[in-house]
C-alpha cells in the first residue's frame, strides 16, 4: 500500500500546471494502481455485506454503526442513518433488484486531491443507477469510505446525513478500519519516523469530495465570516497577459490566506471543477472555519478547471454553508463567465442575503465584457455587496483584497426593521358545514364512500389502498378550487385533524397545475422504531418527480429533543392524539417570490409540560412564477399499513394580502 508519507505527498504536491494532485510513490505508477486497486476493493466489500444484510432480511449496514465504520469514516457510520434517510442510498430506492454490477476507478481522476474516486453502476428494477465514492486514508494506511454521491439524484450522503442532524465530523486518530481497531491501535504503525508524522498530519487538508471531517480551530467569535466561491470551469483556462486566469486567482488567493485577520473564519468552494457538463458540480472544499494561517493552500492550488458555471446552484449551497450567527457574513464570488446552467443566479443571491441582516454577496467579473458585467451585477446588487470589474490580474488582486478588508470591518449597522406585515382578508372560504362542497371545488378520481360531512363542520375523508400519494395522478379524493390565486402575496390555509392509526397519514395542501406538476406543503406522520412522529415538508414536484424538498422532523428538536427519550417519545404521543382531536392548521405561504410551508397547533398540557402555542415555518424555495389552482389531498403511503387512514378538513381559505 502506499505510505502516508506517499500520501501526504501527493496533497502537498505543488499542482500548478498539472490537471490533478496525484501521488506517485517511489516514482511508480504501479504503486498508485496498487492503491486504487485497494480502494476499489473496500468498495466492493462494502457493497457486498450491504447486499448480504438486505438478501438475509437482516439489520441495513447503514442502520448499524458499529459494523458500518468498518468501511466508512466515523462521521458517517450511525446506528439508524437508513431508517432517518427513509430509502436505502447505496441503491438508491427504498426496494432492489440489482444487476450489471460494475465497481471501477474514475477513469479520468482516480485520486484527486489524495481522495480516491470509485465509480459503482448498476441497474435497480431494470433502472440504470451511478454513484461515485470518494475514499481517503485512515492513518494506518486503510482505505475508508468518505462520502457517497449520486450522479442521477445530485446528492451526496454526508449532505443528507447532516440534514438529518447527524455530526458527520470525525477525528481520524480514532477512526475503526478494515486492518483493525482505531488508529491508535496495534495497526498505527508505531515505527514511524517524525518525518512521517509530519507526513501524515491532515490537519492542513480537507481531503474528502464534500465537507470535509476536520473543523479547523471552530469558529473564532467576534470576527467575521468570508467564504470563498470560485470559479472552475473551463473558461477560467483562457489567459491574461499570457498567464492563466485560474492561476492568477489561485496566486492571489492563495497569497491572501497568511494576511486574514486572526479572527476571521473562512471557507472555500468551487464550482464546475471537477466534472465537464455536469450542472451539479458544486463542491464545499472547506466549511467555514477558523483555520491555521495557509492551511486552504493546497486545496486552493488543486482546484482545476473542467466544467460548466452552475453560478445559482452555487449559491444556494454558499446559504446553506453559512453559520448561522451574529457575525458578518460575506461571500465572494469570482467568476469569469455567465450561469450556463439555467438557473437564476440573481434570485439566489437575494436568497442567500435574506439568510442575516449581515450577510453580503460580492461579486468579482474576471475577464468580463460590459455586458457581461452588466448581467452579474444584479447579484452583487440583490446580495447587498459589491461588484469588483477585473480585466488583468493587478485590478483582479486588488479587488479581492478590497472584498477581504470588507469583510475585516467592524459589524456594519443593522438594517432597519422590516416592515409589519400586511393586513390580509380572505378571498375565499370553505367551512366544509355540508351538506355540499362550494361550487368551485372539482373532486378528482372521486369516491363518494369513503368521505362524508360529520355534521359539526368537517369533511371527514378515509384513504384506502396505494393511490394516495401527493404525485399519483390516480389519488383519490382530490380536491382542486377553480379559483384565480391573488396577485402579491397570499396564503393558502387548512384546518385539518389527523388520526393517526397506520403511521403513514398525510394532508397535503399545494398550487398544482396538475398531479405531476405543483408545489406543495405537507404535514406527515411516520412509524419507526419507537413510534410515531410528525413532520412538516416544503416539497416541488416537476414532471412528476420531485425536484426540491425540505423535511423537518418535528419530534427531533421543534416540539421534543429526541424522539425516542422516555418522557419525549410520551408527550410526542401526546401531541399527536392532539392532533387528531384538536388539530392543527397547514399553510402554505407565497411572500415574493419565496414559498414556504408553516404549521400552527396548540401544546397540550401533558407529563409536566405546559400547554403551548407552536408554530413553525421552512426555509424557502425561490419559485419564479407560481401559476396554477389550490388543491388539497389526504393521503398515505404506497407502503401504509393496512387499513384505514382518517383525516378530517374543518376550514379552507384563501387569504390575500392588502395594505
Not at 354 to 375: K, P, Q, W, Y
Not at 380 to 392: F, T
Amino acid at each position: 500500500m502506499m505510505g502516508k508519507t506517499c500520501f501526504a505527498q501527493g496533497l502537498r504536491r505543488a499542482m500548478l500546471g498539472t490537471a490533478l494532485a496525484v501521488c506517485i510513490p517511489m516514482g511508480t505508477l504501479q504503486a498508485e494502481a496498487a492503491e486504487i486497486d485497494d480502494a476499489v476493493e473496500v468498495v466492493r466489500m462494502f457493497f457486498a455485506e450491504h447486499s448480504r444484510r438486505f438478501n438475509n432480511n437482516e439489520e441495513p449496514l447503514l442502520n448499524d454503526g458499529k459494523a458500518s465504520r468498518r468501511f466508512l469514516v466515523d462521521g458517517l457510520a450511525h446506528d439508524d442513518l437508513q431508517g432517518a434517510l427513509l430509502f436505502d442510498p447505496v441503491y438508491g430506492g427504498q426496494d432492489a433488484q440489482i444487476a450489471n454490477l460494475n465497481i471501477a476507478p474514475d477513469a479520468d481522476a482516480p485520486i484527486l486531491r489524495g481522495a480516491a474516486q470509485i465509480h459503482v453502476t448498476f441497474t435497480n428494477m431494470g433502472a440504470p443507477r451511478n454513484f461515485i465514492y470518494t475514499l481517503i486514508e485512515a492513518p494506518d494506511g486503510t482505505w475508508q469510505i468518505n462520502d457517497i454521491y449520486s450522479e442521477d439524484d445530485n446528492w451526496s450522503l454526508s449532505e443528507l446525513a447532516q440534514g438529518q442532524g447527524f455530526e458527520i465530523r470525525s477525528d481520524p486518530a480514532m477512526e475503526a478500519t478494515l486492518s483493525g481497531g482505531g488508529a491508535s491501535g496495534a495497526g498505527s504503525g508505531g515505527d514511524r519516523t517524525p518525518e512521517d508524522a509530519g507526513a501524515d498530519d491532515r490537519s492542513s487538508i480537507v481531503p474528502g469530495m464534500e465537507e470535509g471531517d476536520l473543523p479547523g480551530n471552530g469558529l473564532a467569535e467576534g470576527g467575521s465570516d468570508l467564504l470563498f466561491v470560485l470559479d472552475g470551469s473551463g473558461s477560467m483556462w483562457g489567459q491574461i497577459d499570457g498567464v492563466a486566469k485560474i492561476t492568477t486567482a489561485r496566486q492571489v488567493l492563495s497569497g491572501l490566506m497568511g494576511d486574514l485577520a486572526a479572527n476571521t473564519n473562512v471557507g472555500l468552494m468551487a464550482y464546475g471543477h471537477r466534472r465537464e457538463g455536469d450542472c451539479g458540480d458544486t463542491e464545499i472544499i472547506y466549511p467555514i472555519a477558523n483555520y491555521e494561517s495557509g492551511q486552504l493552500k493546497p486545496a486552493i492550488e488543486g482546484i482545476t478547471p473542467r466544467g460548466k458555471t452552475p453560478i445559482a446552484d452555487a449559491l444556494m449551497r454558499a446559504a446553506d454553508a453559512m453559520p448561522q450567527s451574529g457575525r458578518p457574513a460575506n461571500v465572494l464570488l469570482i467568476s469569469d463567465g455567465l450561469e450556463t446552467c439555467g438557473g437564476d443566479p440573481c434570485a439566489a443571491a437575494a436568497a442567500l442575503a435574506e439568510r442575516g441582516i449581515n450577510t453580503r454577496v460580492h461579486v468579482v467579473g474576471f475577464d468580463l465584457s460590459d455586458e457581461e458585467n452588466a448581467a452579474l451585477q444584479c447579484i452583487a446588487d440583490n446580495g447587498n455587496g459589491n461588484y469588483y470589474s477585473a480585466s488583468n490580474a493587478d485590478e483582479f488582486a486588488r479587488a479581492v483584497g478590497e472584498v477581504v478588508a470588507e469583510a475585516e470591518r467592524q459589524m456594519p449597522e443593522p438594517k432597519p426593521a422590516p416592515p409589519p406585515e400586511p393586513v390580509v382578508q380572505a378571498v375565499f372560504e370553505e367551512n366544509f358545514d355540508g351538506p355540499e362542497l362550494d361550487a368551485a371545488w372539482q373532486v378528482v378520481n372521486p369516491a363518494e364512500n369513503l368521505t362524508a360531512f360529520t355534521g359539526d363542520g368537517m369533511l371527514f375523508t378515509s384513504v384506502l389502498g396505494r393511490y394516495a400519494n401527493h404525485d399519483d395522478a390516480k389519488a383519490q379524493n382530490r380536491y382542486v378550487l377553480d379559483h384565480a390565486l391573488p396577485e402579491g402575496d397570499f396564503d393558502l390555509a387548512l384546518d385539518f385533524r389527523i388520526h393517526e392509526q397506520t403511521g403513514y397519514e398525510n394532508v397535503w395542501l399545494s398550487v398544482q397545475e396538475d398531479a405531476e406538476n405543483q408545489i406543495g406543503a405537507m404535514a406527515w406522520v411516520w412509524r419507526k422504531g419507537c413510534g410515531a412522529y410528525l413532520n412538516l415538508s416544503l416539497i416541488r414536484v416537476s414532471d412528476g418527480k420531485e425536484e426540491a424538498r425540505f423535511d423537518t422532523n418535528l419530534f427531533d428538536g421543534p416540539i421534543v429533543a429526541r424522539l425516542c427519550q422516555d418522557g419525549d417519545r410520551a408527550y410526542g404521543d401526546r401531541v399527536l392524539e392532539a392532533l387528531g382531536t384538536q388539530g392543527a392548521e397547514l399553510r402554505l405561504k407565497r411572500r415574493g417570490r419565496q414559498v414556504t410551508a408553516a404549521i400552527d397547533m396548540e401544546l397540550p398540557e401533558a407529563d409536566g409540560r405546559p400547554a403551548d402555542t407552536f408554530r413553525f415555518e421552512t426555509e424557502p424555495m425561490t419559485v419564479l412564477r407560481l401559476s396554477g389552482q389550490p388543491a388539497v389531498l389526504a393521503g398515505h403511503w404506497h407502503k401504509a399499513r393496512p387499513g384505514e387512514s382518517h383525516i378530517a378538513f374543518d376550514r379552507f381559505t384563501i387569504e390575500a394580502g392588502s395594505e
